[in-house]
């Protein structure tokens, strides 16, 4: 790689929640990044913010469990930004029901834009990290992995998740990629908002629930996840590969 290579990194679903975080966080190390997330228009937000604070951000609007999208974007990234070299496999949706009312369609569309996606991702990238020598994929999974009630979907989608990160690590390794996973535990987001909807509780008391069973006494916040996700990016990673980071204030399980 030519010290002139400019070092991309993409995070996808990144116009809110733990991508804006993490794309925020990932502009602060360094890197030029790809905020990326269905709508173009929904990423301009946090591309202003980066670009204001002196760092470099591009907005991308694709879909990540469509091929065709993901190429294209991909493609997009190398060309009007930079080598992307870090891959932070975020986007997300949920479609919570217990198991014997799930539709199928639920079922899909969980699986397509969790494991679909990262795969199409990952494969698409992969290209530029192998040349570069030098790459991390970063997959988000969840404490959901070890089973939530309501979450059949979900939980396999990120299990799953888990299982994939071990085979990029042992597929890719050899060309100086590493491939993690995140599990985070309850961050504050619009989808554990979403959650606390769902089910009919206010928010705030739908927190504080939780936060009754986490032993640093608090929830999570979008950037405890960014900080780890800017240390599995870093220099200083490179020997941890086809982990499972569980970042949940407290024992996993
Ligand atoms: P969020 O709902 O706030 O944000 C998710 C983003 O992904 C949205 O901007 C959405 O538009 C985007 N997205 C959805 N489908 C997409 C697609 N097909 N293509 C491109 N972008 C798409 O969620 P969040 O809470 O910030 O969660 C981010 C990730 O962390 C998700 O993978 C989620 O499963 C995981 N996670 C979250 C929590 C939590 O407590 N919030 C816990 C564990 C894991």
């Given at each position: ?15 809110r ?20 997330d ?19 951000a591009?907005?991308v ?6 091929e ?13 930004l ?65 089973g ?49 909807e ?34 599995l990016?870093?220099?200083?990673a ?10 949940s ?5």
């Amino acid at each position: 790689m030519s010290s002139e290579t400019v070092r991309a990194a993409i995070v996808t679903g990144a116009a809110r929640g733990i991508g804006a975080a993490t794309a925020k966080r990932l502009a602060v190390e360094g890197f030029a990044v790809a905020v990326l997330d269905l709508d173009e228009s929904s990423c301009e937000a946090v591309v202003s913010e980066i670009t204001a604070a002196g760092g470099s951000a591009l907005g991308v609007g694709a879909d990540v469990s469509d091929e065709q999208s993901v190429q294209s974007a991909v493609e997009h990234v190398a060309d009007a930004l930079g080598t992307p070299l870090v891959l932070v496999n975020n986007a997300g949706v949920i479609r919570d029901n217990m198991m014997y009312k799930m539709s199928s369609s639920d079922w899909d569309t969980v699986m397509n834009v969790h494991l679909r996606g990262s795969f199409l991702m990952s494969r698409a990238v992969q290209k530029y990290m192998t040349e570069a020598k030098w790459g991390r994929i970063i997959n988000l999974s969840s404490t959901s992995a070890l089973g939530n009630r309501g979450q059949a979907n979900y939980a396999a989608a990120k299990a799953g998740l888990q299982g994939f990160t071990k085979t990029l690590a042992i597929e890719l390794g050899r060309f100086g990629i590493t491939a993690n996973a995140i599990a985070p535990g309850f961050i504050e987001t619009e989808m554990t908002q979403a959650t606390a909807e769902r089910i009919g509780v206010p928010f705030e008391e739908f927190r504080d629930a939780v936060v009754e069973n986490i032993a640093v006494g608090r929830s999570g916040k979008p950037e405890d996840i960014a900080n780890s996700v800017a240390f599995l990016a870093g220099d200083g990673a490179g020997f941890i590969s086809g982990q499972t980071l569980y970042v949940s204030g407290g024992p996993a399980a």
